[in-house]
């Protein structure tokens, strides 16, 4: 009999496999797409290596040779901050890695399957059925032949594909803005030297506070580019996807010299209102994991480790429950992942107002508030000993009136 089944075999799917089977327990990952397959999310935090390494799967992915990367580094009209990930003030490691997720994702689910779990890909998931003692999961193969399964429980792992929000009716509408990214893999040919390769790099557009980009180098001579804006600032622009994503490429001064020789390695994609939330992460029998319960944005890359912090979650709380102890799923699985999310929330609406970015641009610092800043870039979103873990917008936007010297007068140091 499966204990359980798994929707998907990106991050969370793979390291919740892991976990489970580590445990004792027989597992089904079923996968839509064949793998090896491109996403988007290319740049690790530092906390996503803690989590691979409990999960067993950190030394795969320090022999795939990703490139090393040691923080953010940020640009805005001939301004510049960076955060050193070892410079933060949570326990943990300090450095992560930039990875073409085709091969990272691949890595991972082959260590899922090396450890016991059984993966199948190509097949979709058309209908969920929880009413009963046990669910039932309508999977359909390329060949369209039909299987029903009755696990004991469901982890919905399918990311963007968002399998059981959309079958289940969970899905609400983001608080965040429609936003839209354009993105591309390039052979960058930047010359050495002329920008720290083990670094994301965010650029503000020049004239417009809530447009970015991204750079993100990998170590085989590509890296990934985007650029993100609303729906109608994306929509302005004539042309094809290639077309608008390298005419904004060149209006940031930097990035147009930066980028001069690179060569699209192929056409332009579009993701277009990205952001996600549901009703609830959790029901009789299943639990949603990163991407598929909600998406923030890919501002401060923390899609990968919020999806590899459910996983570890999911799979405890599993591991207990299977074993016939009593889980109240919302207490101790949905209330504490979303301390993280709502973090990384603040930090996203800090972004877009501005308030984060007149943080990060401020010349005098306090240390240890920049400490607390780059754990949080860094992925420690569930560090409760840092004080922005939970109160990120509230503080931001105080510490931002200080930073513009406009602050109100009972404001007192965060």
Same mark, same amino acid.
């Given at each position: 009999m499966i204990d359980v089944v798994i929707i998907g075999a990106g991050p969370s799917g793979a390291v919740a496999a892991a976990l489970l089977v580590q445990r004792g327990f027989k597992v089904l990952v079923l996968e839509k797409q064949k793998f090896p397959r491109f996403s988007i999310g290319e740049s690790l935090l530092a906390q996503s290596l803690e989590l691979l390494d409990q999960a067993g799967m950190l030394e795969a992915v320090q022999a795939a040779g990703f490139q090393y990367k040691n923080g953010a580094a940020f640009a805005c009209n001939g301004r510049y901050a960076q955060f050193n990930f070892a410079e933060k003030s949570s326990p943990g490691p300090g450095f992560t890695y930039q990875v073409p997720r085709a091969e990272f994702d691949q890595i991972l689910i082959n260590e899922a399957i090396r450890m016991g779990a059984e993966v199948r890909f190509e097949v979709e998931i058309i209908a969920a059925d929880f009413s009963g003692t046990q669910p039932r999961v309508t999977a359909r193969a390329l060949? %369209?032949?039909?299987?029903v399964y009755t696990p004991?429980?469901?982890l919905d792992a399918s990311g963007f594909g968002r399998v059981l929000p959309r079958l289940l009716d969970l899905e609400?509408?983001?608080?965040?803005?429609?936003?839209n990214a354009l993105y591309t893999q390039i052979h960058d040919r930047i010359p050495s030297g002329a920008f720290d390769r083990q670094k994301i790099r965010v650029t503000t557009h020049p004239r417009h506070r809530d447009v970015w980009y991204w750079l993100i180098p990998f170590s085989n001579g590509k890296a990934s580019i985007g650029v993100v804006g609303s729906e109608a600032f994306i929509d302005s622009y004539a042309g094809s996807n290639d077309d608008k994503l390298w005419t904004l490429q060149r209006e940031d001064p930097e990035l147009a010299v930066l980028l001069k020789d690179a060569e699209p390695v192929f056409p332009a994609g579009l993701l277009r209102g990205y952001s996600a939330n549901v009703k609830t992460m959790t029901g009789p029998g299943f639990a949603l994991l990163g991407n598929a319960a909600e998406f923030l944005d890919p501002v401060f890359s923390? %899609?990968?480790?919020?999806?590899l912090k459910s996983a570890h979650m999911a799979a405890a709380l599993l591991g207990r429950q299977l074993a016939g102890e009593a889980v109240d799923w919302p207490s101790e699985f949905e209330a504490p992942l979303r301390v993280g999310v709502e973090t990384f929330r603040g930090f996203v609406d800090g972004w877009y107002d501005g308030s984060l970015q007149d943080v990060i641009y401020f010349e005098r610092q306090d240390p240890k508030i920049r400490r607390y800043i780059c754990s949080i870039l860094a992925g420690y979103a569930w560090d409760s000993a840092n004080?922005?873990?939970g109160r990120a917008k509230q503080r !931001?936007?105080?510490?931002?009136? !200080?930073?513009?010297?406009d602050a109100p007068a009972h404001a007192h140091a965060l």
């Open positions: 060949d %369209g032949s039909e299987q004991r429980f469901v609400t509408p983001s608080h965040l803005p429609v936003r923390s %899609g990968v480790t919020i999806a004080p922005y873990v !931001l936007h105080t510490l931002a009136q !200080l930073c513009r010297g």
